[in-house]
């Protein structure tokens, strides 16, 4: 079997595999209950705007950073999904016998690898993207506010989800299932803790403290992936009126990506990925 047949087929399996687990109803329902929390709350604000309490300027305002606000909620929810999805991807094939059956065969293990990474990625990428469409009709539906660039926000999701899967299928090269799952969250969580104080420091004009969420987001790219996200979620309109007053609110982000850190993700993990696949060469089974 050719190595580019070999990647397709094992993606294939891990993305059927993945669609049985039963961590895709666990994210489906988690996944609703959000949509209907928040649209509940979306609709609240379309009546507090029939009312005349707000003005459109605030009304965008504050659509925007709900928006944001919810879709932390589901880009948390990917994470944890997918982190745990990564997880038995080596260590709970290779714990069970899987892998030494699959691997009898003459087939390299970076293509077996890579097919399970394309399979996670396609499964992670595609909830992440469908959620956060499905998040930007409610808000249209309730408060008639559609972001300004909503498929660069997703795309961005998509990336952000990417990076966490790498680091799950890391993870899961060296230490058990549950173990790479929550280490990977708990990343996750940290390096958004890192930005937040970042962006604190930021707005005391205090570098060192500043520096913090800099150094993370290199470290980790998720939280500057989900804040270039944030960005293209956000009104511009009401940026430039009430900005200056919300300098540190977390979500809030004041300026796009580069195209440096993007290339730099990029590289981020396709050396996460050659890691990977060196120790799962190395690695007993």
């Known amino acids: 079997m050719s190595t580019t047949r070999t990647v397709l087929t094992v993606a294939a399996l891990t993305l059927r595999e993945a669609t049985r687990r039963r961590v895709l109803l666990a994210l489906a329902v988690l996944t609703v209950a959000l949509l ?24 965008r305002l504050v659509a925007s950073q709900l928006l944001n606000l919810v879709m932390f909620g589901l880009s948390l929810v990917a994470a944890l999904g997918t982190a745990f999805l990564a997880g038995p991807t ?3 094939e290779t714990e069970s016998g899987v892998a030494l059956a699959v691997l009898a065969r003459p087939v390299r293990r970076g293509a077996v ?76 969580g940290a390096a958004w803790v890192a930005g937040v104080v970042g962006g604190i420091g930021q707005a005391l004009g205090n570098e060192g403290v500043e520096r ?45 990506l580069t195209t440096a850190y993007l290339l730099w993700a990029a590289a981020w993990v396709a050396m996460v990925w ?3 696949a060196l120790s799962f060469q190395r690695r007993d089974l």
């Open 113 to 188: 690898l890579l097919g399970k990474q394309l399979g996670l990625v396609a499964f992670g990428t595609g909830f992440v993207v469908l959620a956060g469409l499905a998040q930007c009709l409610v808000v249209r539906a309730t408060v008639d506010y559609w972001p300004p660039e909503p498929a660069e926000a997703l795309l961005l999701l998509a990336g952000q989800t990417t990076v966490l899967l790498t680091l799950g299928v890391l993870l899961s090269t060296v230490v058990s299932p549950m173990a790479s799952g929550v280490v990977a969250v708990g990343l996750f």
């Open 36 to 59: 209907a929390l928040s649209g509940w709350g979306f609709s609240r604000l379309g009546a507090e705007v029939d009312a005349g309490g707000l003005t459109s300027g605030q009304t």
């Open 274 to 276: 050659g890691l990977a």
């Open 212 to 256: 913090v969420g800099t150094v993370s987001r290199m470290l980790l790219p998720t939280d500057g992936l989900w804040r270039g996200a944030m960005h293209a979620l956000q009104d511009p309109t009401a940026l430039a009126q009430f900005g200056p007053a919300l300098d540190g609110f977390p979500f809030l982000s004041q300026a796009p």
């Open 90 to 92: 080596v260590s709970g």
